[in-house]
């Protein structure tokens, strides 16, 4: 008679493959990659995406933040539409806007907002932060 042996794991001898090249894995059995540069390159790849059009926006954003800190040294600044316009400024793309009692609307690119006011012309502003 053959004696039982008890508690005793048993050994999975299943090949996991690469989720980017098909190689066999070695290791731990969670393991998805063979190596970092496939794990990489699979994770880019899904990414890609969603990742380029999150840096056009933020490219975009950050633009217009620069426009508006060059234009605005004195922290108020009137200016005209077409001086916007003429530097690249994209008024498509704002961070936030804040709403006055009277209606007004403040459009902000981070702490950098403008208002419009006059016809063809704005009122840049930059955001006090009355939390410091």
Same mark, same amino acid.
């Not at 890609?48 to 933040?65: A, E, G, I």
């Not at 530097?87 to 704002?94: E, H, I, T, V």
């Not at 009692?101 to 012309?121: S, T, V």
């Given at each position: 008679?053959? #004696?039982? %042996? %008890?508690?005793?794991?048993?050994?999975?001898?299943?090949? @996991?493959? +690469?989720?980017? +090249?098909?190689? #066999?894995?070695?290791?731990?059995?969670?393991?998805? =990659? +063979?190596?970092?540069? +496939?794990?990489?390159? !699979?994770?880019?790849?899904?990414?890609?995406?969603?990742?380029?059009?999150?840096?056009?926006?933020?490219?975009?954003?950050? %633009?217009?933040?620069?426009?508006?800190?060059?234009?605005?040294?004195?922290? %108020?600044?009137?200016?005209?539409?077409?001086?916007?316009?003429?530097?690249? =400024?994209? =008024?498509?793309?704002?961070?936030?806007?804040?709403?006055?009692?009277?209606?007004?609307?403040? !459009?902000?690119?981070?702490?950098?907002?403008?208002? #419009?006011?006059? @016809?063809? !012309?704005?009122?840049?502003?930059?955001?006090?932060? =009355?939390?410091?």
């Amino acid at each position: 008679m053959t #004696p039982v %042996k %008890k508690n005793v794991p048993q050994v999975i001898t299943e090949i @996991k493959a +690469c989720l980017e +090249c098909g190689d #066999p894995i070695q290791g731990r059995a969670d393991k998805k =990659f +063979c190596c970092d540069q +496939c794990r990489v390159t !699979y994770n880019n790849r899904l990414n890609s995406d969603d990742t380029n059009h999150v840096r056009n926006v933020n490219y975009t954003l950050r %633009k217009n933040r620069r426009i508006l800190m060059a234009l605005n040294a004195t922290g %108020k600044t009137k200016v005209s539409r077409e001086k916007l316009i003429r530097k690249g =400024f994209d =008024f498509g793309y704002f961070t936030n806007t804040y709403k006055t009692k009277d209606g007004a609307i403040y !459009y902000y690119c981070y702490e950098q907002g403008y208002l #419009p006011i006059e @016809k063809e !012309y704005y009122l840049l502003v930059v955001k006090q932060d =009355f939390y410091s």
